[in-house]
Every structure is written in structure tokens, then in C-alpha cells.
């Protein structure tokens, strides 16, 4: 019997079989306005020659999936003959879903999965779980962590001790993203986390070469530029205009104040902690005789954690916050974006996995409620 892992994200799908590697496609549709409407699905993304009008049609909305239409298409896609031509008579599923899920989700999951797809048997996780999974497997000797997800929709902070989640201590915070395709680019290329926002802002309002925050980014024009850059500094010309012909993006504070609301929200009038505020104040409300445990164990997971200097700016607030006498460390997986999909991987293969799911046999005979009993959501 085969297992697929679907680390099913707002803004990413991580697939693959748990014996081979993972792929990471976007789980959405696009329309471009220049295709006369035409929508593209997951990585048919590469097929359309100018993206620039694209905008993204997703299942999820504020972090849970609410347009099935939608998030069929993604999956028959995925499961269909172009990617993994699952055989459902064959394969069970992994598959993750958020914190605090509403139940009318997930009652709709469990029968598109097994009345419309007819897997043979589902285990349905937070991906936290499986973070939690993974960590614990490859640190055998430690047995709290606190599993830190900055993703496309939310930042979950999910203490985890012997696997098992302290529910008292999660805490939830929202992003609301709207963007192009474009402009996602833009950010993923040329944002990172400031260790010092005033020192930085400073330098940002400099003129000339003494200003080092500054970088100018060539947009695409879907003909000779496919892709996005930020220009060489030697070749930038800091007074005047280009004389290429490009499409130039000049961007400043810009770089930092954009990744700066994971940190400080109240800056957009958000009125919620920043990471490392809500880090700690998780880890305080359990037990003090564990608190040490989940200060030595920070896992980050999801896209937001690859920005240049987000590791060290969490350590460093941490730091500050925590009882001198306590040590703190923060890691950063080598990919913290398949992270949670490897914990899938392994916990198929745990002794007892079997245990875990929940089987065709078992949700015909007795429905919703053998779901509701054995996952632990």
C-alpha cells in the first residue's frame, strides 16, 4: 500500500509519495486578464508566457479552506496523469489541515477524500504535528519543543511534549496577503528582517552610494526578461534615469518594513504581539518546570522563515525576554518549507501508523464520528 504526504498549504501544496521526494506546487488557480479569462492550475503557471496580470484564485481565505471548487481542481490535478497518478485503490493519504479547523471543513474533507477520491485510509494532522515529528526524531534526547509556522495565511506557535500538543499555549496570528504573482516575486527576492529598524531606516533615507538598503529591481517584461532581478550594485546608476530601456522597481525601507509586521503589527494597526513576544508568552503559560525545555527547542517552519535575517532577529528578542539563566536556541531546518512534509514521510513509516489512520472499512460503517475520535486536531 503506498502513502501520499500532502502538506496541503494556503499558498503552497508540498506532495509527494512517502517512499520517493517531495514537489512544491502552488495550491491555487491563476486568471490572467490578458487570456481572456482563461485559469491555469497549480504549475500550469509556467505555461503562460506573460504572468503579469495574474492574480491567484485560492481555496483558502484567512487561512481555511473554504472554496472546494477550487481545491478540487488543484487536487485532480495533482492526483490526476499529470503529476502522480495516484491509484486510490492502492494509497492512503496524509494530509495536513489548520489549527482550530471547523468542523464543517472537515467533515467535507473526510467525504471528498473517501466518497468522491475513495482513498483507502486517511490520517488528517496538523502540520505542527509533523513538525513536531520530525524534530523529535532527529533530537531523540529532547522531549519539548515549540513549533513556530509563519506561512502565507497564519504564524501558529504550537508548544509539542512526547508529540502531543499543550492546546493552553497555541496561539494564532493572522496575515492577510493580497498580491500578483509579480509582486509576490519582488518580495521573495529582495525582503529581509532588520536586526535594527531605526539604524536601517536611517541608511534608507541616505542619498547615493552611502545608501546600502537601496536596490533597484528589474520587473520582467515577458518577452526578454522572464524572471525578475535585482541589479548588479556596480551596474545601478544612482543619479538619473537607465538608459536600457527596463522596467526599474527603486526600493528602500521597502526591503525591511514589509517583513518588519511579523514582528511589530501594531505598525499597520494590527493589535497583536509580534513573534517573539507571542513565543514567550506561549512557553509562560505552561508549567514552569518545563519552560526551559520549549527555550532550547524554537523550531521555524514555513515560507516566512526564509527571510534573510529572521532567525537571528527571533533569537535575539527571545533572548532579551527570557530569564537570564534559561538558554534559548532557535533552528532553522535546511528547508523549512518541505520541514513539515518529511515528518509525514517518517510518521508513515512509524510501527504504529496503522493505528493512526482511519480506514474506507472504518469511516463506511461508522462515518464522521471514527474521524472526530482518532485525529487529534
Known amino acids: 500500500m503506498a502513502t501520499l504526504v500532502l502538506d496541503n498549504g494556503a499558498y503552497n501544496a508540498k506532495i509527494g509519495y512517502s517512499h520517493a ?10 486568471r490572467s486578464k490578458t487570456a481572456r479569462l482563461k485559469t491555469f492550475t497549480a504549475n500550469q503557471l509556467d505555461e503562460i508566457k506573460d504572468p503579469s496580470g495574474l492574480f491567484y484564485i485560492l481555496p483558502f481565505q484567512k487561512g481555511y479552506l473554504v472554496n472546494w471548487d477550487v481545491q478540487r481542481q488543484v487536487w485532480d490535478y495533482l492526483f490526476g496523469k499529470e503529476m502522480y497518478q495516484v491509484d486510490f485503490v492502492d ?9 482550530f479547523n471547523f468542523s464543517s471543513i472537515q467533515e467535507s474533507m473526510n467525504e471528498i477524500l473517501f466518497e468522491e ?5 486517511v490520517l488528517r494532522v496538523n502540520a505542527g504535528a509533523l513538525s513536531a515529528h520530525r524534530y523529535f526524531r532527529d533530537n531523540p534526547s529532547e522531549l519539548c519543543c515549540i513549533i513556530v509556522d509563519s506561512g502565507y495565511s497564519f504564524t501558529h506557535i504550537v508548544p509539542y511534549c512526547r508529540s502531543k500538543k499543550k492546546k493552553e499555549a497555541i496561539i494564532r496570528q493572522l ?3 493580497d498580491e500578483t504573482h509579480v509582486i509576490n516575486q519582488v518580495k521573495e527576492d529582495v525582503c529581509y528582517v532588520s536586526q535594527d529598524f531605526y539604524k536601517d531606516m536611517d541608511i534608507a533615507k541616505l542619498k547615493g552610494e552611502e545608501n546600502t538598503v537601496m ?3 528589474v520587473l520582467p517584461d515577458f518577452s526578454t526578461i522572464k524572471k525578475g ?3 548588479p550594485r556596480e551596474e545601478m546608476v544612482l543619479s538619473g534615469k537607465y538608459k536600457t530601456g527596463e522596467q526599474i522597481l527603486r526600493l528602500t525601507n521597502e526591503r525591511f518594513a514589509v517583513p518588519e509586521i511579523l514582528f511589530h503589527p501594531s ?7 509580534g513573534i517573539p513576544e507571542a513565543i514567550v508568552y506561549s512557553i509562560q503559560n505552561l508549567p514552569e518546570e518545563m519552560q526551559p525545555h520549549f527555550f532550547k527547542n524554537i523550531v521555524l517552519t514555513g515560507g516566512n522563515t526564509l527571510f534573510p535575517g529572521f532567525r537571528d532577529r527571533v533569537y535575539s528578542e527571545v533572548r532579551c525576554l527570557t530569564p537570564t539563566d534559561y538558554d534559548v536556541s532557535v533552528v532553522l531546518p535546511e528547508n523549512p518549507i518541505t520541514y513539515t512534509w518529511e515528518g509525514g514521510k517518517f510518521i508513515s513509516e512509524n510501527d504504529d501508523f496503522e493505528d493512526m489512520i482511519v480506514t474506507r472499512e472504518d469511516y463506511e460503517e461508522h462515518g464522521h464520528s471514527i474521524c472526530e475520535e482518532k485525529f487529534d486536531i
Open 175 to 177: 496575515h492577510v496577503m
Open 91 to 99: 494509497t492512503n493519504i496524509i494530509i495536513t489541515e489548520p489549527y
Open 229 to 231: 532581478f535585482c541589479k
Open 267 to 273: 505598525d499597520i494597526g494590527i493589535q497583536e504581539m
Open 21 to 30: 521526494n517531495v514537489s512544491v506546487i502552488p495550491n491555487c488557480q491563476f
Open 117 to 121: 477520491y475513495q482513498f483507502q485510509a
Open 215 to 217: 536596490v533597484d529591481y
